[in-house]
């Protein structure tokens, strides 16, 4: 396994971040980057495309009003895609917003994730969000490759303390990402109203809508849903349940 190295943005703002070949390195991966649990974990899936002005607002409100203040109160990590690019971006830029100090970690295929300075490593890679504080870069050159990844570190991160999933938006990787995180017996939380993978899961657990892939995950009995209209202080708190239900 590679040392942990330093990654310096535009900004100035600076991440601690390391290759990781496979799954029996993680545990040193994690030590290396100074990652120490364990703690309460959230893991943030889904993605922002094709909402309107509204939702979107909405959503970006959830993150600052409700995520972020709740992984600070928990003074636990939070797990993501780590790309410079919807839900990530907003959760890199609500942690900088409310000048968090929880860990944000961000799990990403090496063969699409562009680092600092340097050229994409090919036409579908995207850059990395300067916000959060620790990058996981894992084998792959394909979005999706990431999800068995980030299922796992949270699961090594959380060992014996809650951890749950936010689902918002999404398209066809967070399938995969919410698989994943189902077979580590991680419950998810749906905002229902934000669109796509999301909408087609919340339909389908209140009994309005028929999809296998969806049917599949809610089997399991650990996938809910709360509306992204529900007040924020409402939401703050049905989350937080969703962290601690299984204690």
């Known amino acids: 396994m590679e040392q942990s190295f330093q990654l310096t943005f535009a900004s100035g703002r600076t991440a601690q971040a390391i290759h990781l070949q496979q799954d029996a390195d ?23 495309s ?3 002005d509204a939702d979107r607002r909405r959503v970006q409100a959830l993150f600052v009003k409700v995520l972020a203040p709740l992984a600070e109160d928990l003074k636990g990590f939070v797990v993501d895609g780590g790309t410079d690019a ?3 971006r907003l959760m890199g830029e609500a942690r900088s917003e409310i000048n968090a100090a929880f860990p944000l970690i961000g799990v990403a295929p090496v063969g ?10 090919s036409a579908d890679a995207s850059l990395l969000e300067p916000n959060h504080t620790h990058f996981i870069l894992v084998p792959g050159s394909s979005w ?5 990844w980030i299922a796992k570190v949270a699961s090594t991160l959380a060992d014996s303390h809650p951890s749950i999933v936010v689902l918002i938006n ?20 749906v905002i229902a109203g934000s669109g796509r ?19 599949d995950l809610i089997s399991s009995g650990l996938v809910q849903a709360i509306d992204l209209t529900t007040d924020f202080k409402t939401l703050s708190r049905k989350i937080k349940q969703a962290f601690f239900a299984g204690e």
Not at 26 to 48: F, H, I, T
């Open 26 to 48: 993680l545990p040193n991966a994690l030590s290396q980057l100074g990652l120490k649990g364990p703690s309460p974990v959230l893991v943030v899936v889904g993605g922002a």
């Open 50 to 52: 094709k909402l309107s």
């Open 86 to 88: 919807g839900i990530m």
């Open 112 to 121: 699409l994730a562009t680092l600092p300075n340097l050229p994409p490593t």
């Open 144 to 148: 999706g490759d990431e999800s068995p």
């Open 170 to 189: 999404g398209g066809e990787v967070t399938w995969k990402d919410a698989s994943q995180n189902i077979q580590e017996g991680r419950p998810i939380v």
């Open 197 to 215: 993978t999301a909408d087609i899961l919340a339909s389908v657990l209140r009994g309005k809508a028929t999809d296998q892939r969806a049917e």
